[in-house]
């Protein structure tokens, strides 16, 4: 089937070669003794196709904050996962998850290491959008096509800047020696621009494409980002009431300065604008044919490791262009040797065993899963059966189909029973028990867009595809806004209730906005995990410097023969101090693009506070 991302990696290499390293350059200048020019790119539309993938090569990225999907998962920066540190410093140093988790960030060692990346991405963008014009064998239509995808990959990636440092450099056209040296606009301007793109993308794109493009961005891709920013824009870090100034007094300069890192007072009709746009998304979506994920017999419940047992929830994420998906990354389908971490299941130790980190997930995260009753859930200290215990405390069936523990039976075709436990009285360890310090049985592990089909063969998480926009986000995003703007109704009840009816978990009616906006904040956590959505709400919510503020549990399990069966026993362990500074809330900008003197007005060098 041919998808851009195949096509992205067939010219990648093409198109490297036309890459400079110096922006004072036009990307697709004549190299010296060479022939490639902008005349002979965008000649035909077999020739402007190599630009149009580079821009989804640089542009449309998945996972980590830093844009690079690295060795591992995005939310080892967050409390929903721990990775053994520095056993697995490795895994972690893509995005300097190791100095981060320490408190330790730096400019020059930030989650975000290639902040250059960002505006190369915008730059092909910017290129594709003025010479697209030129090709003489496309039609008008393609080439507006054409345009609208150029414009979205240009909002994408200033979108990834906005959510990491705030007010950012804005750059919609492309630079050259003249006019290269770019100021951060006011955080107003920033969202602004993005939301006009998005308005202009939706306008030249289709709503939905065929099969042989599923990875394109289409208008309702562009109407989400849209959404999302302006969701964004109307949390607290940005839009901050008062009841929380104090907190942001702490994050912030408390002079002029705070334009390019928020509003510059409160406006709760910031989030009527963002409960529209997230209703836009949904009344679209469902006109083009989108609708939540629901398998065959609309069960709940995983059964088995197939298809048709696989559970509403498992099906949404596994099942390939299903119809609940609004855009993603099709990277994983490009190769077979496509990208590390996917050909390898995000280097989950339950199908790479030795060569895999543990994806191990704290405690504190899982307990806010509930049970299926819908009350709270904590894990007991201890146990002596720990498969037979998490089978029988009946949680929320999204928690059994992200993640796997010590006894359970992955798959028949290659994990077979899960073997976290370590060596006890008479039993091996398991041969999943150890790190590479040394063994630990941590004994849950996610394996979320992780192959858990029977027949696993080492190939088939080509079947996956990285989720950046999906309807049931846009059910939560606009029951959230709407609380915030008018307090809870029948209107924010039936979208929660609908993501939690499809995961087979009674309704909630929450009475007042607190109560709603704590039960909103939970389902997110759980219905979006290890989506690449947590580090973002927690830090836009402000709830960041309490989440990443802690001391992070595990389970661990010791092996245990008891008339020739062996048993796990189990209990609560220490996995590490979290640490996170107030001044994490906003991403340090480079020093090297600080010392340039570009970034900020007189008197200041542009660089976020604290930094």
């Known amino acids: 089937m041919k998808r851009i991302y195949i096509l992205m990696l067939m010219l990648a290499c093409c198109i490297a070669g036309m890459q400079l390293s110096s922006c004072k350059r036009d990307f697709l200048e004549k190299p010296k003794g060479g022939t490639v020019t902008v005349d002979t790119i965008f000649h035909t539309m077999n020739q402007a196709q190599y630009a149009v993938a580079q821009m989804y090569n640089l542009c449309i990225k998945s996972g980590f904050p830093g844009n690079d999907p ?34 330790n960030m730096s400019p020059s060692a930030s989650i975000d290491p290639s902040f250059t990346a960002h505006y190369k991405g915008i730059r092909q963008a910017n290129l594709v959008y003025r010479n697209i014009d030129m090709v003489t064998d496309a039609t008008d239509e393609w080439k507006r096509d054409v345009k609208g995808q150029a414009v979205f990959c240009r909002a994408m ?4 800047l906005f959510r990491l440092y705030g007010g950012i450099p804005i750059v919609g056209q492309v630079l050259n020696s003249e006019n290269m040296m770019v100021k951060r606009s006011s955080l107003q301007s920033t969202v602004d621009s993005i939301v006009k793109w998005c308005d202009e993308a939706a306008s030249l794109m289709p709503p939905t494409r065929p099969s042989v493009d599923f990875g394109r961005a289409t208008a309702i891709a562009a109407l989400a980002l849209k959404a999302r920013v302006l969701l964004y824009a109307a949390s607290p870090v940005y839009n901050t009431p008062p009841a929380m100034a104090n907190i942001a007094n702490q994050i912030r300069f408390n002079d002029a300065r705070d334009s390019v890192l928020a509003y510059p007072s409160y406006d709760k009709e910031r989030w009527n604008i963002a409960a529209k746009a997230s209703k836009a998304v949904i009344d679209a979506a469902a006109a083009a044919g989108h609708a939540l994920m629901y398998g065959p017999n609309s069960n709940p419940v995983s059964t088995g490791n197939s298809y048709d047992t696989y559970g509403n929830y498992q099906l949404m994420y596994s099942r390939y262009a299903n119809q609940e998906l609004l855009f993603v990354n099709t990277y994983a389908q490009a190769s077979s040797s496509a990208g590390f971490d996917w050909s390898q299941y995000l280097s989950a130790k339950l199908l790479m065993q030795s060569w895999g980190v543990k994806n191990n997930p704290p405690v504190e995260f899982m307990e806010l899963y509930e049970k299926r009753d819908g009350t709270p859930f904590k894990f007991p200290e201890s146990g002596t059966d720990l498969p037979a215990d998490v089978k029988a405390w009946n949680l929320d069936p999204r928690f059994y189909q992200t993640f796997a523990y010590d006894g359970m039976l992955y798959n028949s075709g290659k994990a077979g029973i899960l073997n976290y436990y370590k060596a006890g009285p008479g039993v091996s360890a398991g041969n999943l028990s150890s790190s590479d310090v040394g063994p630990d ?3 849950f592990e996610t394996y979320k867009f992780v192959e858990h089909l029977a027949t696993g063969n080492g190939n088939d998480s080509k079947h996956f595809a990285w989720i950046i926009f999906r309807l049931g986000e846009f059910y939560l995003n606009y029951a959230e806004a ?8 029948a209107e924010t009840d039936f979208y929660l209730n609908e993501i939690r009816k499809r995961a087979g978990m009674p309704e909630k009616h929450p009475g007042s906005q607190d109560a709603f906006r704590t039960a909103i904040h939970n389902e997110r956590a759980v219905e979006l995990a290890y989506e690449g959505q947590r580090y973002n709400d927690l830090n836009r919510w402000m709830e960041a410097h309490i989440k990443g503020n802690l001391l992070l549990h595990g389970i661990a399990t010791t092996g245990n023969k008891v008339n020739n069966v062996i048993l796990r026993n189990y209990e609560k362990v220490v996995f590490m101090q ?5 001044k994490y809330y906003y991403v340090p900008f480079p020093y090297a693009e600080v010392s340039k003197n570009y970034l900020g007005g007189e008197g200041w060098d542009g660089q976020n506070p604290g930094w």
């Open 70 to 103: 690295g060795n591992s998962r995005p939310e080892i920066i967050t409390d929903a996962l721990y990775i053994v540190y520095p056993g697995y410093n490795w895994a972690c140093a893509t995005i300097n998850a190791g100095p981060y988790n320490g408190g």
């Open 482 to 489: 709407l609380n915030e703007y008018q307090g809870p109704s």
């Open 441 to 443: 049985g941590y004994a």
């Open 157 to 160: 990636q200033h979108y990834e």
């Open 578 to 582: 979290r640490r996170y500074p107030m």
